[in-house]
């Protein structure tokens, strides 16, 4: 069984790419503004790397989760004592 907090994580994360289409400015730039400067002001990024921190908890949390699991060999022995 996968732990709830992997679940919570995903979850997060696709929350996150969700919101990618809404974090994208496309304003005209000001009289006097160069559109370098311009399309520096977007934050398409805060979702992206949002969702990424959340990938990244979500595949800890299940390496830390299998490694805990016991193997199954340890089980049999486990349940013949």
Known sequence: MIDRRVWIFLICALACVALIPFS???KPAK??????AHKSQNYRW????????YLALAAMVA????????????????NRA
């Open 24 to 26: 994208n400015f496309d």
């Open 31 to 36: 009289p006097g503004e160069k559109a370098k």
């Open 46 to 53: 805060v979702p992206e790397a949002t969702a990424g921190a």
């Open 63 to 78: 390496a830390d989760s299998a490694a805990r699991r016991p193997s199954s060999r340890e089980r049999s022995v486990q």
